[in-house]
Structure formats: structure tokens, C-alpha cells
């Protein structure tokens, strides 16, 4: 059974900075896709960063040039590092597994999601 467990949420002054965590176990880290979403009150659930298991990244356009994903596979651990947060970043973030079996995702996987509030 694959698990997420994220951390490194909390609240911060607009400006901050935050490290988000997310560690699976279970399963083949190093052959999932990961990525975080957000989600704020009142809204779906949104696309953050991914980083491909070759490596490749991939950002939204609103966190460009403030947010990083990257991933150890050697600690199962893939983690996004936010600086210059603003408020609009306060959401829910959840970190996500794909494991993709030619262009389709045959597993996908969910954590339970940590609170980041970004105060102005």
C-alpha cells in the first residue's frame, strides 16, 4: 500500500519562506511522477510543480521563479521549496504518485494535505 505523508506546512508573513516535505513509502518512488497541488477555500484543486522520474520540472505560471520541486529518491522524499509567498499562495497542498505505463497513469496516489497560510 503506497502512502503520503506531507509536512512542513504552517503560517508565515508575506515574503517567507516554507520547505514542504512529502515521503512515500510503499512503493517505487523512484518510478513515480510526483507533483503538489493547492487548493484554496472556495476553489478546485490546482496544478503547482512536478517533477518528472527523470528528473524534468514543470511549474504554473503564478509560481515561476518562487517555487522549486525536486526529489531525492534515495530518501523516497520529494519536497517544494516556496520563498517569496504571497497570500494568494494560502491553500491546502497535497502531494501527488503517478506512476505512468506508456502515455496513461496506471496508479495515482494522494496525501492527506498540508495547510499553508500566508498572512499579509
Known amino acids: 500500500q503506497v502512502q503520503l505523508v506531507e509536512s512542513g506546512g504552517g503560517t508565515v508573513q508575506a515574503g517567507g519562506s516554507l520547505r514542504l516535505s512529502c515521503a512515500v513509502s510503499g512503493g517505487i518512488f523512484s518510478a513515480y511522477d510526483m507533483g503538489w497541488y493547492r487548493q484554496a477555500p472556495g476553489k478546485q484543486r490546482e496544478l503547482v510543480a512536478v517533477?518528472?522520474?527523470?528528473?524534468?520540472?514543470n511549474y504554473a505560471d503564478n509560481v515561476k521563479g518562487r517555487f522549486t520541486i525536486s526529489r531525492d529518491n534515495a530518501k523516497n522524499t520529494v519536497y517544494l521549496q516556496m520563498i517569496s509567498l504571497k497570500p494568494e499562495d494560502t491553500a491546502v497542498y497535497y502531494c501527488?504518485?503517478?506512476?505512468?505505463?506508456?502515455?496513461?497513469?496506471?496508479?495515482?496516489?494522494w496525501g492527506q494535505g498540508t495547510q499553508v497560510t500566508v498572512s499579509s
Open positions: 517533477i518528472t522520474n527523470g528528473g524534468s520540472t
Open positions: 501527488n504518485a503517478v506512476l505512468y505505463g506508456g502515455r496513461w497513469a496506471v496508479e495515482s496516489y
